[in-house]
Structure formats: C-alpha cells, structure tokens
C-alpha cells in the first residue's frame, strides 16, 4: 500500500531517515509502497481476541486469561516487526529501534 498523505508519508526521503536504502538517483519525492502493518495487526489481534473469547469460562486461575493476551500480543507485535518498513537489522532479519538522543 502507498501512504502518500500518511503521517509520516511512504516518500523514498521519509524511509532513508528510517534506514531504508534505495538505489543511488532514486527520486526522493517518490511514493513507494509498504506493507500494510495496520491491517496485519488488527486482523491478528482480532484472532486473538477470537481465541480468548472462547476460553473466558475455563476455569483456571486468575489472570490467565490476561497473562495468555500479554503473550499472544507480544508475539504479535514481534511478528509484525519482520515486515515494517525499516531497515536496522541486528541479526538476520531482526530490529534495533534506535532511540532518538535527549539532549
């Protein structure tokens, strides 16, 4: 998908100050598509809101219920990293978020 209204826009010098590399000469105006992360999260997260719904009434111990919605919202949110537009990887195809310096 193209945000070329999003905030911030999918522009090619938007995605180089995130750490996307592009070929030498790329227009830097030019609005390149990224995947769509929002919608893989809500459908992910519904999926676990799904799962959770069903097993409200087992009776287990308290809390969890909200102990398997940390983990399966975790995991979420560690799988989506793998297709965000950004390119600081570590190891392989895992992120660094680099924290901007305070001054």
């Known amino acids: ?3 070329p209204n999003g ?5 090619v010098a938007n995605l180089q100050t995130m ?8 227009n830097p105006m030019q609005v390149v598509a990224v995947h769509p992360t929002q ?10 809101f799904w799962w959770l719904w069903r ?12 102990a398997w919605y940390l983990v399966l919202g975790g995991a979420e949110r560690f799988l989506v990293e793998f297709v965000r537009a950004k390119d600081d990887r570590v190891l392989g195809r895992l992120h660094w978020r680099r924290r901007p310096a305070y001054s």
């Open 1 to 3: 998908m193209k945000f």
């Open 7 to 11: 905030l911030p826009p999918t522009t």
């Open 19 to 26: 750490g996307v590399h592009f070929p030498a000469g790329t």
């Open 39 to 48: 919608v893989y999260e809500t459908i992910a997260m519904l999926l676990v």
């Open 55 to 66: 097993r409200r009434d087992h009776g287990h111990a308290i809390g969890w219920l909200f």
